[in-house]
């Protein structure tokens, strides 16, 4: 089955900087990966995603790119603040079958102002 | 977007009693929803897939007699926890992606999340 890899586990940055954080997949058929971001306790909130046709996808500060040839996607956020302080998930949707979204472990991101 | 509604958001049950969680596609209809466990600090795990009108189909390693899922319409799913043990203490999630049959959206919603502890 598919398995989703996520590093680094925790990033701190200063406000204004960017993050990074990046995901691996294993299943080549995976064709959609979104990013969640979620705060302590409460639900997931998808903020971005992208298909397998496409590289790239922005929005304003929030960016992803896909690999799809080394099986990697990536989180950029740029100008950091505060507020972007949570923890962030990235996912793969398997096909064949079920439809099923795999969830990497997890990025702990801290902004310090 | 989409809205799912889960209910309770939190509960705290004696051990060896049964729980039950809903979760409600709002302004739409899921034939498919999703239930998720996350323990603290750790990621969502994908515990069983809800199918309305059918038997859930469960990850390997999920009991389906202690996690009994019942997709009796085409906007209301159930967990329901058997038997809880302190064990079972986590955050429950449930997910629903909009669409009907074999087709379903990418995205996926998801409910606000219940907090399970069981004393």
């Known amino acids: 089955g598919e398995n989703v890899e996520q590093h680094p586990s925790t990033l701190s940055v200063q406000e204004g900087d960017s993050a990074v954080i990046k995901c691996t997949y294993s299943?080549?058929?995976?064709?959609?990966f979104p990013w969640y971001k979620q705060e302590l306790g409460k639900r997931p909130q998808l903020i971005i995603d992208i298909r397998s046709n496409v590289g790239e996808k922005k929005d304003q500060r929030i960016a992803v790119t896909l690999n799809k040839t080394a099986k990697h996607f990536s989180l950029h956020i740029t100008e950091t603040q505060p507020e972007d302080s949570a923890v962030y998930f990235c996912?793969?949707?398997?096909?064949?079958?079920?439809?099923?979204?795999?969830f990497g472990k997890g990025t702990k991101l801290t902004v310090n102002p | 977007g989409a809205v799912v509604s889960q209910h309770p958001s939190w509960v705290i049950c004696k051990s060896g009693t049964s729980v039950k969680i809903e979760c409600r596609s709002l302004?739409?209809?899921?034939?498919?929803m999703f239930w998720y466990r996350q323990f603290p600090k750790q990621s969502l795990m994908l515990m069983a897939t809800s199918n309305e009108g059918s038997k859930a189909t469960y990850e390997q390693g999920v009991e389906k007699d202690k996690f009994l899922i019942n997709h009796a319409s085409l906007t209301l799913s159930t967990l329901t926890v058997t038997s809880a043990h302190p064990e079972d203490s986590s955050f429950y999630i449930c997910?629903?992606?909009?669409?009907?049959?074999?087709?379903?959206?990418?995205?996926?919603?998801f409910g606000q999340g219940t907090r399970l502890t069981v004393v």
């Open positions: 299943d080549s058929a995976s064709n959609y």
């Open positions: 302004d739409f209809q899921a034939t498919t």
């Open positions: 997910s629903a992606r909009v669409g009907q049959g074999t087709w379903l959206s990418t995205e996926a919603f």
């Open positions: 996912a793969a949707l398997t096909q064949g079958g079920s439809e099923k979204l795999v």
